[in-house]
């Protein structure tokens, strides 16, 4: 697919803000973007010339497309490719293009040096250096949104902060792209900053640790490495999928990992798969991560996401409108990084024409690809009155449990306070056959026949039509937090 310049520009003027001008002049003023390819995994950029291609190859792939992220979320992969426009150097003009580059490198190579001074996630020489935690103030818990599918794993995150290496030793997170590890991961660490100011903390992601051991090793110092990792309080290892495979790392985080054990440090790991689905790890490692606690971040469901979407939109101070955050929720149904995405487009737009009204037109135009089969038309009274209200008040006039309402049971009662929830939740709420069925894990088919049996029914049976006005009363007068 051919792209137009789409959020391009956008991407550049970030990018202008992390860089010196001169950097940015020099390397980046005359990037296009060329493609997205594979449902938007893929985008190759346009560079005016090989050595443009090779020279951000190597400095600033990492940094393009962090950029990139934060307006193409999915983009895995990023390609260059040579621009047919290139103006072919002349030999009299080489001369002075050599001449601006060596002038440039001085403050290319200060600003690389201050980079990496002040950010180390993905490891530099400065991984042994005490006071280097690897921490990323951009994640604390402060902004980190509790909802249903990850409440365990903060809950559990917050008790080993008050008692570290003494409740749950390890901690095994895992879900997920996207769904909020790192972030997690990282709170857990500035939350121990600043409660134990002395604690020794250390993140690292799997890789990292792989690739200083690999240097270790490399450079005779395994002995370094191991006083290291030994003297370490809090060690929060992300991502350890990565270690798959890789014998010799497996072999040493093995021997890190016993050695903090015994002394009870406190160590939390986190994985995109749970520990006995990891290929290609020792089984006794594998063990070992089960020794503590093992959690997944479940994604979202529809009400948690909206929660999240109202406290980022706040946060960045976006002027949505309940409509727009509950369609926004509907349709990027995949995970946190996605939304972002989407909310910086908006963000984008927004400051490019601030005034002008954001139209849900747009708003569609930017779902465009998350919007899944089940558009919905939704209103204000879809976030004043949520599912689990419905759900909750029907359990109640009912007087069964919410699970039994959500079972398959074909039990008379049951059954029918499940098609009056359906009938419910599609009627008040105007969700979709389809979202309705979601919230029932059934098909769409089965929530069209309940729409229609109830809508038959009420017109013959007073009390069901009495039950339900009540339903509705509740749903209106109770405060309820599920
Ligand atoms: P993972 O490591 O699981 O792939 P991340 O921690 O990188 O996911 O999360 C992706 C993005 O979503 C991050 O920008 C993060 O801040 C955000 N995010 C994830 N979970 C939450 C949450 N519960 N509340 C607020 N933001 C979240
Ligand atoms: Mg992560």
Known sequence: MSASQGYWPLILKDLKTQ??????????????LAEVENLGRKIVVEVPSEFNKKYIQNKYTSLLKTCINKFYPRVIHLDFRISKNSKKIQDSSRQEDIFAIQENLKGIKKEIN?????????????????????????????????????????????????????????????????????????????????????????????????????SSIQNKKSEEFKEYFRNIDLLLLDDIQFISGKEGTQEAFFHTFNELHQQNKQIVITSDKPPKSLNNITERLISR??????????????????????????????????????????????????????????????????????EDSELTKILDGYESASMMTIDISYIQNSPQKILNSVAQVYSLSRDQILSKSRQKDIAEARQVAMFLLKEQLELSYPAVAKVFSRDHSTVIHAHKKITTNLSKDQKLTQKIEFIKQLVTTTKQTT
């Open 114 to 214: 201050d980079r990496n001074n002040t950010l180390d996630l993905n490891g530099s020489k400065n991984f042994y250096k005490k006071n280097i935690n690897n921490l990323n103030p951009k994640y604390t818990f402060n902004n980190f949104v509790t909802i249903a599918s990850n409440q365990l794993a903060v809950s559990v995150s917050e008790a080993i902060i008050q008692k570290p290496g003494k409740l749950y030793n390890p901690v095994f997170i895992y879900s997920g792209v996207g769904l909020g590890k790192t972030h997690l991961l990282q709170a857990i660490g500035q939350k121990m900053l600043s409660e134990k100011p002395d604690f020794k903390i250390k993140y690292a992601t799997c890789e990292t640790f792989f690739n200083f051991f690999i």
């Open 19 to 32: 860089v010196n001008s001169t950097v940015y002049k020099t390397w980046f003023s005359e990037i296009k």
């Open 289 to 358: 991560f089960e020794w503590g606690i093992v959690i997944d971040i479940s994604k979202p469901d529809l009400e948690d996401r909206i929660t999240v979407i109202k406290d980022k939109v706040d946060r960045i101070k976006l002027d949505l409108s309940i409509y727009q955050v509950a369609r926004i929720a509907e349709a990027v149904n995949t995970n946190f990084r996605d939304l972002e995405g989407v909310l910086n487009r908006i963000q984008a737009r927004k400051q490019l024409l601030p005034d002008k009204p954001f």
